[in-house]
Nanobody
Framework: QVQLVESGGGLVQRGGSLRLSCAAS????????MGWFRQAPGKERERVAA?????????????NYADSVKGRFTISRDNAKNTVSLQMNSLESEDTAVYYC???????????WGQGTQVTVSS
C-alpha cells in the first residue's frame, strides 16, 4: 500500500500563490503516476495535473494539466524525498476546492489518495 499526506493548503487572495506538497510512503515502487485532483462544492472531482513517477530519459515525464490551470500551475516531484508538489500561481476564485494528492499504482490505477487539503481563494 501507498500512503499519501498533503500539506500546504490555506486561504489566499485572488492572484496569489500557494504550493501544495504530498509525501508518499509505503510501497512507493508500485507508483507509476502521481497526480493532483480537486473537488469544489457541488462539482465532480477533476484531475488538475499529473506526471510519471519515474520519468523516462527519452519520453520525459508525461506531464499533463487541465486546461483551466495550464500556464498557472506546475507539478513537480522529488523522488529522493518521495514527494510531489503543485505550485499554484495567479489563483482565481474558481480554484477554490479541496485538493487531493493521488497515486496510480501498477495493477490498480488511481487507488491511493491523500486526505485532502482545502484551498480557498478570496476575491
Amino acid at each position: 500500500q501507498v500512503q499519501l499526506v498533503e500539506s500546504g493548503g490555506g486561504l489566499v487572495q485572488r492572484g496569489g500563490s500557494l504550493r501544495l506538497s504530498c509525501a508518499a510512503s509505503g510501497d512507493t515502487f508500485r507508483i507509476y503516476t502521481m497526480g493532483w485532483f480537486r473537488q469544489a462544492p457541488g462539482k465532480e472531482r477533476e484531475r488538475v495535473a499529473a506526471m510519471d513517477w519515474n520519468g523516462d530519459p527519452i519520453n520525459g515525464d508525461n506531464i499533463n494539466y487541465a486546461d483551466s490551470v495550464k500556464g498557472r500551475f506546475t507539478i513537480s516531484r522529488d523522488n529522493a524525498k518521495n514527494t510531489v508538489s503543485l505550485q499554484m500561481n495567479s489563483l482565481e476564485s474558481e480554484d477554490t476546492a479541496v485538493y487531493y494528492c493521488a497515486a496510480a499504482l501498477y495493477g490498480s490505477g488511481w487507488s491511493s489518495w491523500g486526505q485532502g487539503t482545502q484551498v480557498t481563494v478570496s476575491s
